[in-house]
C-alpha cells in the first residue's frame, strides 16, 4: 500500500514536472483562507428576504413548510400534520434541545427519542440551519441528530428556527464554522432538499424512492 | 441596399473561398456569394488556386495531408484584405484550427494568425463587419432555418442569417425546436457510420418537416445537401436551398438542391 | 467489466433497431435538456459559476499531489483509514481485504462509475460477497446483469414492462400475478426488498462526487437516499474515488455543486448532498465505526500535464450525454463499456487503449454541442480529434479512408491538376443523377465549376 501511495504521488508529480515534494504554502493558504467564490445575489444581498426565499425554494423541491410563532405550538402543528397524512400521533424525535423544549408540556403526541431502526415511520428533528438558496435543510449528525432518522421513517418532519435561514451554501459553512471551530466537521452533514425521489423508471419522477416519502418543514419564528 | 459600415477603407478586397463543395456541387451558390459581396461593396476576387480547405484530412486525424492544404490556402489567400466562404465550417477550420497546425513553427504559425484574424463566413461578414442590414430582396416561401453546428458554435452565427431573412419580403420564418441540432453530417462522418448518421438526420427531417415550412434555409452546403438528401429519399417537397441564394434574388432562377432541372 | 466497444459498429446497429430503447431516447431529449435550461434561466451567475469551477479544478490539478496529501492528513485526523491503489487491481484486493475483516456476507452500494470502471461487483460475487446495487436503476441492470446505459440514469434504456419482467423473474418469492403495471408498483417493491438489504448488509461501498482536502471529507450526491443508507446503517463505510476527485475547501464543492445537479437532472440541487468525515464518533447515536477510503488511480496520472488533462475536469454529470445526437441515437450500450456519450469516448480510449476504443473518437459528427453544454467547458470535439489524429498517426486507420484522404489531398495540393479532373468526376456524377439511392447525400450536380466558370467571366 506504501507502495502505491508513493508511486500514485510520484506519477503525478513527474505530470506535473515537480520537482519537489514540499507542499507549496499557496496550497495551505488557499485551504486556510477557504475563499468564497461566485454567490447567487438573490440571496447574499443584504435586502434579501431569506425566509421567503427558502419556502419558496423548498417548495420548488416538493417539501410541505408551515409556520409556526412559539414553540409550545409544534405539538399542535405536528399532531395536524400527522392527521392530515393519516399518520398515527407518534414520532421518533432526535433528543435536540429545541425540540425537549417546544414538547416539553404536550401530552397528545407519543415521543420516544432516539436514532431510528427503520420500525418508525414518522422523524422529528432540528436541523442546524436553512440554506434560502435552494430550500436546502443542514442536519449535522450528533447526539442531538441521529443520521438514520433523516434516512429510515418515510414521513420526517424538520424544524428550523428562522433565525437560522441562511442565504447561500457558503454562508452554512461559516455558520458551521463558528459552532465547530475550522476544519472540523461533524461525522456526516446532511444537506437535504425535499423528500426522496427517483426517476430512473421510465423517466417518471417518483417520490419517495428508499429515503422518506413526505418533508414537512416546520419554521419557527420565535426561538 | 442598408446601412453599410463606412469606416472601412476603399476598395475592400476580398478573396472568395467558395469551398470545394459549392465548386464543385452547385457554383450557383458561389455566383450568389459573389453577387452579395459585390452589392456590399467588396472588390471581389476568386483565387484560381483554391481547393479543398483540409477539413475531412484534419477531422480524420491526418494533420500531415492538412497542413499541405492549408499551405495552399494560405498562400492563395494572405493577400487579401478579408477571406469570405459561404460555410461556417470551412471558416471556422481557417480560424479556428489552422494556428494549431503549424505549432512549432513560428513563420507558418504568423502567417495562419494573420489570415485567420481576416477570415469570415459570409452571412456574417455581411453584417458584422461590411454593416449590411438587408438586400432588397424578395422570396415568397415559408422557411425554417438551420444552424449548422460549426458557424453556430465556433463562429458564433445565430442572429445574423435572422437579421437579413427578416428583411427578405415575402419569407415567413418558421423556426424549428431543433434549429441548433446537428443534421448528423459530420464529413467523413456520414461515410463510416452511415447509419448512424442517417438516424440522426431522420430525427432532424422530423423536426424539419414538423415546422410545416415549404423551403429549409441554411449557411453551408453540406449539411444542406445531407438534410435535401434525406428529405427527399422520404418523399417529402421541402426545397432545400443555401440563404445566400435567396438574399441574392437567384433563388427563382435557380433549382433547389437535388431537384432537377438544368438551368444551362 | 468487459468491453464490447471493439464491435461499436455491430453495437450501434442494435441500438438503431431496439424500438423500446429508441423510445426512451425520445423521451431523454424531453426531459434532462429542457430542465436543465428551465434551471439555468434561474440562476443568472451560472456562466461566471462554470468559470470559477474551471478555476478551481485547474488550480486542483496543478497541484493534485499537495491536495491529495493534505486530504489524506485531514482524513486520518477524523480516523479515516485511507488506501491508494494504482490500478483496478489494487483497488479490488483493498475492498475484498476490507469487507473480508468485517466479515461480510452482503454489501450494499451506492451508485458508483469508478465501481463499474474496476468491476468490483463481479470480483467480490467471485469472491464469496454478495454485492446489492441500491440505486433504483443499478438494481434493476445488477437483476438483468447489464452494464449502465447512462452515466446518471443507468436503466435508462429500459421500459416499464421490461423492469417488470425482470423483477417477475428475479423476485420469485413474491405472487406471480402481482400488478407492477405502474412505475409506483415497481419503485414500491424495489423499496420494499432493497430496505432489508440496507438494514442486513456489512459493508457499505459508495462513490464520491468530491473528496474536500480542507476537511478530509467526502461528498455524495444523490436523490433517492440509497447513498445515505449505505453508508449509514453498515458497520464499514468504504468510498472509492478516483483521484481527481478532491477540490481545496468547502466553497470550492459548493461551486461545484451549483454546476453538477443543474446540467445533470436539471435540478438546482439534489435532494441528498452528504459529507462524511471519519467513522462515528463517541457521542453519535449511529453511522459506521469503520470508514475507508480508497483513493484510485487507474490511468488518470498519466493524463496529468498531457493533451487530455481537460478531461480530468469532468464531474460525471452527463450533460454531454444528454445533448448528444450520436448518444441519442443509439444509446449508452453501444459504447460497450462502463462511460458513454462524448465524455466516455475521450474517456474510454485513455482507460482501455485506442486498438480497443477508437471507434468512439471517430463515430461522432464534431457538432460541439457538449462542449456547449459541458458545465466545465471541456473541450471535447477537440479531445475527440486528438485521439482521431493518434490512431491515424499510429497506423491504426482503415486502409480506405488512408487512400481516399490521401488520393483527396494530393489532388488538392495540385489545382492545375485537380481542376480538370474534378470536372471529369461531376459531369459523371451529373450523368448519373446524383449519387442515388447507395449516396443520397450527393444530389445531382449543377454542372461546371464555379472558380472555372468565374474566371471564364461569368457573373
Known sequence: ?223 | MGAMNTALKNPIDVGLFATCLVDLMRPSVGFAAARLLERAGCTLHVPEAQTCCGQPAYNSGDNTDARNLAVNVIAAFEGFDYVVAPSGSCAAMIRHHYPALFEGDATMTARCQSLSNKTHELLSFLTDIMGVTEFEAEFEATATYHDSCSGLREMGIREQPRALMAAVKGLELRESGEAQSCCGFGGLFSVKYPEVSGRIVDAKSDAIEATGAETLLGGDLGCLMNMSGRLRARGSAIKTRHLAEVLAGTAPETPAIGEEGDKD | MRSTTRNFVDNAARGLADDKLQAALGRLSQGFPVKRLETISRLPEFEQLRDDAIAIKRHTLENLDSYLERYEENAKVSGAHVHWARDGDDAREIILGICRDAGAKTVTKGKSMVSEEIGINEFLADNGVEPIETDLGEYIIQLRDEPPSHIIAPAIHLSGAQVADTFKESHDELDADRDLSEPRTLLEEARAILRKKFLAADVGITGANMLIAETGTSVIVTNEGNGDLTQTLPKTHIVIASIEKVVPTLEDAATILRILARSATGQDITVYTTYSTGPKRADDLDGPENYHVVILDNGRSSLLGGEFEDMLRCIKCAACLNHCPVYKAIGGHAYGWVYSGPMGAVLAPALLGLGETHHLPSASSLCGRCQDVCPMRIPLPRLLRQWRRRWFETGGEDTKTRLGLAAWAFLAKRPALYRPLMAIGTSVLKLCGGGGRRFPILPRPEGGSFVDQWKRGKR
Open chain 1, 1 to 223: 500500500m506504501k507502495a502505491a501511495r508513493s508511486e500514485i504521488l510520484a506519477n503525478v508529480r513527474s505530470a506535473l514536472n515537480k520537482k519537489d515534494i514540499e507542499i507549496p504554502s499557496a496550497v495551505d493558504e488557499r485551504l486556510r483562507a477557504h475563499a468564497i467564490n461566485t454567490v447567487p445575489a438573490r440571496v447574499s444581498g443584504a435586502d434579501a428576504d431569506r425566509i421567503a426565499i427558502f419556502i419558496e425554494e423548498a417548495e420548488r423541491a416538493s417539501a410541505t413548510i408551515e409556520r409556526i410563532k412559539a414553540p409550545k405550538e409544534l405539538a399542535g402543528a405536528v399532531t395536524a400534520y400527522l392527521k392530515s397524512i393519516d399518520e398515527e400521533q407518534a414520532v421518533r424525535a432526535a433528543g435536540h434541545p429545541l425540540l425537549k423544549e417546544c414538547l416539553a408540556e404536550q401530552t397528545i403526541l407519543e415521543v420516544t427519542e432516539g436514532p431510528s431502526d427503520g420500525t418508525d415511520t414518522v422523524a422529528l428533528t432540528a436541523a442546524f440551519a436553512g440554506i434560502a438558496e435552494t430550500g436546502t435543510l443542514v442536519l449535522c449528525a450528533g447526539s442531538e441528530s441521529p443520521t438514520t432518522l433523516n434516512f429510515l421513517p418515510d414521513t420526517n418532519i424538520v424544524l428550523l428556527p428562522e433565525v437560522s435561514i441562511v442565504g447561500t451554501y457558503e454562508d452554512a459553512w461559516a455558520a458551521l464554522r463558528q459552532t465547530m471551530g475550522s476544519g472540523v466537521m461533524p461525522r456526516t452533514v446532511n444537506w437535504i432538499t425535499g423528500p426522496s425521489r427517483s426517476a430512473d423508471i421510465e423517466q417518471t419522477l417518483l417520490m419517495g424512492a428508499h429515503g422518506p416519502r413526505r418533508l414537512h418543514i416546520i419554521l419557527l419564528a420565535d426561538s
